[in-house]
């Protein structure tokens, strides 16, 4: 069993979502509708969506968001969180998101759902550090055509420690493999915000996802 560690507490603590065109949906709502749900507990809590530009930004399936910051309006942020989906394969090269990242202070967590942990792959921030991705392929993955993810993650990142956990900790990266598992990162960085285990649980029993959380809750790897 994971012994999860503790954390100072980040008063308004503000979560950023990067979008961008044919993001994974739940990758990005999960987290931020945990976060969502834990504003009623706490309302200094905030989470909130950044793309490349100010303009709307179709994601998988036609879904359409429109972003509340973009990379001019340097928004502050305690973390940021970059979900995967099939658009994650431009985004490794989208150079204005690279320089965006790497722009943000030291204290700023950097986290990824899904495939989005390519993206730090390509730039070189996982070398020498555990990381996730996602594990169960579809069927062109699958298929002699394609790879499983996780698998790519190794080939992106040949100097990253592949970690099949469903969430990641390696200090100031997080990674969560997996669609769904952007559930566990949501709550994982109320973690990092420094709110206690009841805290968490309870955001998660008024999300009815009691039961999920208590088989995942402990399926964390911590680096060092």
Known sequence: MTAHRSYP?????????????????????AP?????????????????????????????????????????????????????????????????????????????????VCTGSWIYGAMGLLDGLPATNRKEPDRLEASGAGKVPIDRLAEIAPKAQISRARVVDAGRIVTAGGIASGMEMGFHLLRRAGYP?????????IMEYAAAYEVYRNDIEYAG
């Open 32 to 112: 931020h509708g945990v976060f969502s749900v834990a504003r009623r507990l706490d309302p200094e809590l905030d989470a909130f969506l950044v793309s490349d530009a100010m303009r709307p930004v179709q994601a998988q399936a036609g879904l359409t968001v429109i972003p509340n910051y973009s990379f001019n309006d340097t928004p502050d942020m305690n973390a940021l969180l970059i979900p995967g989906g099939f658009g994650t394969r431009q985004e490794m090269h989208n150079q204005r998101l690279h320089a965006f990242i790497r722009s943000l202070p030291e204290k700023t967590l950097i986290t990824s």
């Open 9 to 29: 507490k980040t008063p308004g603590f503000r979560l950023g979502v990067y979008v961008f065109k044919d993001a994974e949906i739940v990758d990005f709502a």
């Open 197 to 205: 285990e009841d805290f968490i649980s309870e955001v998660a029993r």
